[in-house]
């Protein structure tokens, strides 16, 4: 009987590896690494910022429907901070991709990191995209009137309709931006679990590499 | 890179530290980018260019919005020659062998006659002209129904989309149909009868922005605004405002040969198709970057990251 207890579960291999590769204390660190002093270090932050802003701004939006900013002050001003926080959101996010392809980052077993990141630029263009579609204004009846030709060209237009209103809010609102979460949920916690990446020519010395 | 330099850089780290608060980096950096984003709300707003109607269409541009419906019930409109997912008018767009759209086939069916002229006609009262043309169309066979349509058509081209100009011909009901829809969508009544077809829930616009597509109108609007995909329309936004940016690379192939020019073939004729994929090679390109020879050698020979770690390497002499 105690013999079966201590066998291997899938709940316990779960703990086991949690504990192992991301205890608390790797989560929440009171320290860094000293090369962690750059201002580019800020723009990972900075993304998770504008995403946190764009969430808020549109939970609201989202409770007074789509047309509301259209005859509301509160509104408009509600739908300024969902477009704006999301210009901003994709200029941190640029940034942050350069710096981290310039400082090689998916160095040291980090390519899932990069992944992870590049997963979340690619789906974040396809949210802010079903975003514009469904401003319910011009724009959105122009954006819908063209996209539909590249989409329907390569056949996704079959079952991804941008001309579709209801689809597209449905997308907007729920299942993107719970992709996004995700994908930027496992990407922030592999870099929290892998540790800020050393620096290109930290070991120099150690490897005999001296420049 | 060597298995000795990867053993290092994804071993924890046993060097130097120092103190750093993540909560209240993370805090600070919401506080911060919250207010600059209403600051820029609060002063430039954003941009809201109303909606464009049937009513309003068919009120300022009635000859337009006139041939488009006779277009319609001919069959000469974009939306009629479309192919799939809309119909099977026509092969559709193509890369190469393949006719990804056709083979996929034809999941939102549109029959321009009936669905954007007919069922919205019989959804209103006419006016008797009106009620009497409906009864001779629906109660004609569909070829003669097609003759009518066509030669209506094709002499309102010849006159110009002038109606008044059109000579006498065989051409059935079908100026009355059309003057019927004209002048239900200036009363205002074709938006919804389009987009809901008879039924109560709707929230589909495809029929709605298919038609409005077909027309001039709509076409003529966006080139005012600076939205046609030709001059980088993809990316641009109504006003003086910033739109969708990060589509630069994509909106880019649409401004050079060969996709430029509708008429070149294979290319040009089909850039949907082929900037698609050109866009989703680059896409799994980016995510798979560190894989690519060449590509991720760049950040050790450009040494950028002697700048982002200067005062680190300098402090370790490195
Ligand atoms: C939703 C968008 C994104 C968010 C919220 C985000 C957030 C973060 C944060 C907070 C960090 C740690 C702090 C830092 O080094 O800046 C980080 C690190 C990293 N990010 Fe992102 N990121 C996003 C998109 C991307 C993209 C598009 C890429 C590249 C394609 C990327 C690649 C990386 C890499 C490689 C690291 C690890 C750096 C290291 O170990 O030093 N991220 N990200």
Redesign the interface.
């Known amino acids: 009987m105690s013999a079966d207890i201590e066998k291997e579960m899938w709940t316990s291999k779960l703990r086991k590896g949690w504990q192992k590769n991301l205890p608390i204390e790797k989560l929440?660190?009171?320290?860094?690494?000293?090369?962690?002093?750059?201002w580019?270090y800020?723009f990972g932050?900075?993304t998770?910022?504008?995403l946190?802003?764009i969430v808020a701004s549109g939970l609201v939006l989202s409770f007074e429907g789509a047309s509301w900013?259209?005859y509301s002050s509160v509104g408009?001003?509600v739908?300024?901070?969902?477009?704006?926080?999301v210009?901003?959101f994709?200029i941190f996010m640029?940034v942050h991709l350069w710096?981290k392809?310039?400082?090689?980052a998916?160095?040291?077993?980090?390519?899932l990191t990069?992944?992870t990141g590049?997963?979340a630029?690619?789906g974040s263009?396809a949210t802010?995209?079903t975003g514009?579609l469904i401003?319910?204004?011009?724009?959105?009846?122009?954006i819908?009137?063209?996209a539909?030709?590249?989409?329907?060209?390569?056949?996704?237009?079959?079952?991804f309709?941008v001309?579709?209103?209801?689809?597209m809010?449905l997308l907007h609102v729920a299942f993107l931006p719970v992709i996004i979460g995700v994908i930027t949920l496992i990407h922030v916690l592999l870099v929290r679990a892998?540790?800020?990446?050393?620096?290109?020519?930290?070991?120099?010395?150690?490897?005999g590499e001296r420049? | 890179?060597?298995d000795?330099?990867?053993e290092?850089?994804?071993?924890?780290?046993s060097?130097?530290?120092?103190?750093?608060?993540?909560?209240k980096?993370?805090v600070a950096?919401?506080v911060?980018?919250?207010i600059?984003?209403?600051a820029?709300?609060?002063l430039?707003?954003?941009?809201?260019?109303?909606?464009?109607t049937f009513k309003q269409w068919a009120v300022a541009a009635p000859a337009d919005f006139y041939a488009t419906a006779v277009q319609e019930l001919a069959g000469t409109s974009g939306t009629a020659g479309y192919g799939?997912?809309y119909n099977h008018a026509s092969d559709?767009?193509n890369?190469g062998p393949l006719y990804?759209?056709k083979?996929?086939?034809v999941?939102?069916p549109v029959d321009t006659v009936n669905d954007f002229v007919i069922t919205p006609l019989t959804t209103v009262a006419n006016a008797a002209p009106v009620a009497d043309a409906l009864k001779q169309w629906q109660g004609s066979d569909a070829k003669t129904q097609s003759t009518w349509a066509t030669n209506y058509d094709t002499a309102l081209t010849k006159a110009n989309q002038d109606a008044s100009k059109v000579s006498a011909g065989n051409y059935g009901p079908v100026p009355a149909l059309a003057g019927g829809l004209l002048t239900m969508a200036q009363a205002g009544s074709l938006d919804g009868a389009l987009l809901s077809q008879g039924n109560y829930f709707q929230?589909?616009?495809?029929k709605q922005?298919?038609f409005?597509?077909d027309g001039s109108y709509?076409n003529d609007?966006?080139t005012a605004?600076n939205?046609q995909?030709s001059t980088w329309?993809?990316m641009n936004?109504?006003g003086r405002?910033?739109g969708?940016?990060?589509?630069w690379l994509y909106s880019f192939w649409y401004q050079i040969p060969p996709f430029n020019n509708g008429d070149n073939h294979p290319f040009g004729a089909?850039a949907?198709?082929w900037?698609?994929?050109i866009m989703g090679a680059l896409?799994i390109g980016?995510?798979?970057?560190?894989?690519i020879p060449g590509v991720?050698s760049?950040?050790?020979k450009?040494k950028?990251?002697?700048l982002?770690?200067k005062?680190?390497?300098q402090?370790?002499n490195?």
């Not at chain 1, 392809?101 to 090689?104: K, L, Q, V, Y």
């Not at chain 1, 990446?197 to 070991?203: E, R």
């Not at chain 2, 980016?286 to 894989?291: D, E, G």
């Open positions: 929440l660190p009171d320290t860094q690494p000293a090369y962690v002093a750059s580019i800020l932050v900075a998770l910022a504008a946190g802003v900013y259209h408009h001003f739908n300024s901070m969902h477009f704006w926080s210009q901003f994709f640029v710096g392809f310039w400082m090689a998916w160095r040291g077993r980090r390519l990069w992944i590049a997963l630029f690619v263009i802010a995209f514009y401003q319910t204004n011009f724009d959105s009846q122009w819908s009137y063209e539909k030709d590249g989409f329907n060209s390569v056949g996704i237009g079959s079952r309709n001309t579709n209103f209801g689809q809010i892998k540790g800020v990446v050393p620096p290109i020519d930290a070991f120099n010395n150690e490897l420049k | 890179m060597s000795r330099r990867t290092l850089e994804s071993a924890p780290w060097g130097r530290v120092r103190r750093y608060d993540l909560i980096e993370g950096a919401v911060i980018v919250a600059v984003v209403a820029l709300s609060t430039f707003g954003s941009p809201d260019d109303k909606q464009v799939a997912p559709g767009v890369l990804l759209a083979w996929l086939g999941t939102h929230s589909d616009n495809t922005t298919l409005l597509g709509f609007q966006s605004s939205l995909g329309g993809m936004e109504t405002y910033p969708q940016a990060w589509l089909n949907d198709a900037i698609m994929l896409s980016l995510i798979c970057m560190p894989l991720r760049l950040p050790y450009i950028i990251h002697r982002i770690w005062n680190y390497y402090e370790e490195l």
